[in-house]
């Protein structure tokens, strides 16, 4: 239950970031930022609720998925 909601909140904060992403361009802080920002509330979140280290691969792949979905969406 917990690599459900913990993936959950990855894809989701993505699609947002990836949606701001798309206003920056590419290469520039503000566009590595947006990239990365969902990294310090993600950690927290699955060392707090004692997420297996093997789901770790499946956050990262929700977190690109997310931001690639969401730089689809206008």
């Known amino acids: 239950m917990v690599v459900i909601i913990i993936s959950t909140i990855s894809l989701v904060i993505n699609i947002f970031l990836g949606r ?6 590419k290469n520039t802080l503000m566009w590595w930022i ?9 950690i927290p979140l699955r060392i707090w609720l004692n997420a297996p280290l093997i789901s770790i691969p499946l956050f990262i792949l929700l977190a690109i998925a997310g931001q690639l979905i969401g730089d689809k969406i206008t």
Do not use: C, V
């Open 34 to 42: 947006m990239i990365h920002a969902s990294i310090p509330l993600i």
């Open 20 to 25: 701001e992403r798309k206003k920056y361009k």
